[in-house]
């Protein structure tokens, strides 16, 4: 990786994949193996909590999917049949029987597997560092339990201990609250023994803690408690917007890990991988997805045309809003911007691009392939872009929410809300109340566009139903259902979520 080289049915393949695609930082013995030999150095621990980090790689393709699940865009590539899955979840056609949702309970056990590996074996030895890496270790498995959560509702629990194959036949699904309990745990232990800033890029840090935390309060509308921890970190934090002129490149390599970055996903352009393994790669391949399918021109590189924003989304934006700029790429606009471009190895001239599927002539400006990275061994799987899975922006609309909703100051609310908007060229609003509340919403909407947290604003919010095409709650489309295989390997045991 640039910085931190942080590089699965739940049961049945966990067993195969708790560490494949380690590389070659860390070699442990299989988990039916005794572990008495391992553990037993700081690098152990270390070399253990690198591959937890793994893990976070793979979260590439689930926000993609989300926001393709969200009124933001369109799932598009090639055509009707490209990646059935994904294709689905768009339509809200999706069943128990879908790669991507398989993918994502997958990769994320395999995520809260690894850091509770470590947990397990906490009391092996002590060291100077230990509790950063216990607290690093829990931030992990309480963002891979998050994420499980959030899709999927009531899912099993394991704390401190790996789930093993034969622990399917007696574990069960576990309620939404006591998982949400868990990872509040977890996150205040990592916020109490974390530092702002860590000497090394990547890793986990006290702010990424409480951001969570926030946000995992205000999903569940427990804005007093919401509201407290994000304002300490507002107060507190190393964390700022960056200037207006600065904003324009915030999603451009060069602003990686900016001041305004509180929690983002390292990824690099100089080890790849294959299509028959994705969360083995080092690189963001939903980067190369996202792009202008034939693409040949300036700035950007090709792509498979996936997740295409709507008329809607770009008609969201108010007049003068600086984000339109470099949130959607207007690709007809584009093309007649760089007419006069020369490529230089064959002497053509101008922008040229061909139509997928659902081509709407908009593409994710945020999370495009550009010209100019190794992408090695393959542009589409190995792109360099890391993901800012929470931004200050999003602290701030956070915290004016909670405040807002939680009717402790819509005075408070307002300032953060209006820094937002100020940075982007925006007038204040001077709103209260619910139309605050509307306010709150819209510009998390402008802001936070093709990051992947529309579907979920929209659903914890009670919106999603009338704004979401094809959404409806009688279907149970408020949560995605448990991969069927995953109830197979249970015996049967476990519930399907209603309207699957």
């Known amino acids: 990786m640039k910085n931190l080289k942080i590089k699965s049915s739940l049961f049945l393949l966990i067993l195969i994949t708790l560490f494949s695609c380690a590389d070659d930082f860390i070699d442990v013995k299989s988990q039916d193996e005794n572990s008495e030999d391992f553990f037993n150095s700081e690098a152990d621990y270390q070399s253990a909590l690198i591959a937890a980090y793994d893990m976070l790689q793979a979260t590439a393709e689930q926000f993609q999917t989300a926001e393709i699940a969200s009124d933001n865009a369109l799932c598009g590539g090639q055509d009707a049949n490209d990646t059935p899955g994904k294709q689905e979840i768009d339509d809200m056609i999706h069943t128990p029987v879908n790669a991507q949702l398989r993918n994502i309970w997958t990769w994320m056990y395999t995520g809260v597997n690894r850091a509770n590996y470590i947990m397990e074996f906490q009391n092996n030895l002590e060291f100077a560092g230990k509790t950063s890496v216990l607290a690093q270790a829990r931030f992990l498995r309480a963002f891979y339990y998050s994420e499980l959560v959030k ?31 868990q990872i509040e745990l977890d996150l205040i232990y990592a916020a109490d023994n974390l530092p702002y800033v860590q000497s090394e890029t990547g890793r986990i840090t006290k702010g990424a803690a409480q951001a969570l935390l926030g946000k995992v309060y205000l999903y569940q509308e427990k804005f007093t408690e919401a509201a407290v921890v994000l304002e300490d970190l507002i107060a507190k934090g190393p964390y700022d917007l960056l200037s207006t002129a600065e904003a324009i490149n915030m999603f451009e390599n060069d602003y990686e890990n900016n001041i305004e970055s509180v929690f983002e996903i390292q990824y690099s352009d100089n080890k790849g991988g294959s299509y028959d393994c994705f969360y083995c790669l080092d690189g963001n391949y939903a980067v ?12 950007f590189d090709f792509g498979y045309s996936f997740n295409v924003p709507v008329q809607d989304a770009v008609d969201a934006f108010e007049d003068g809003d600086i984000r339109l700029e470099y949130t959607i790429l207007d690709i007809v606009k584009w093309t007649e911007e760089n007419k006069d471009w020369v490529n230089t190895s064959d002497g053509s001239t101008g922008v040229k691009s061909s139509q997928g599927y659902e081509h709407t002539g908009y593409f994710n400006r945020k999370y495009i392939a550009r010209k100019g990275d190794l992408n090695l061994p393959d542009a ?35 300032i953060y809300l209006n820094r937002v908007r100020n940075r982007a060229n925006l007038p204040s609003v001077n709103t209260s109340g619910t139309n605050l509340t509307n ?15 529309r579907f979920f604003d929209l659903v914890r919010t009670n919106k999603a139903e009338g704004t979401i095409p094809g959404f409806s709650k009688a279907k149970g489309h408020e949560l995605f259902p448990i991969p069927i295989q995953e ?14």
């Open 151 to 181: 899709w999927f509702g009531d899912v099993p629990l394991a704390v401190d201990k790996r789930i093993q194959f034969g622990d399917q036949f007696t574990i069960d699904r576990t309620s939404k609250a006591d998982v949400y309990a």
């Open 487 to 500: 109830i197979e390997l249970a015996g049967n045991r476990w519930s399907q979520n209603p309207g699957y």
């Open 288 to 299: 190369g997805f996202n792009g202008v399918r034939d693409y040949v021109g300036p700035l």
């Open 439 to 453: 306010d709150i919403y819209k510009e998390r909407r402008v802001e936070l566009m093709g990051e992947g947290l």
């Open 380 to 414: 589409a799987l190995t792109n360099p872009n890391n993901f800012r899975v929470i931004r200050f922006a999003d602290v701030l609309l956070m915290a004016a929410e909670a405040l807002n909703r939680g009717n402790i100051s819509d005075d408070r609310a307002k």
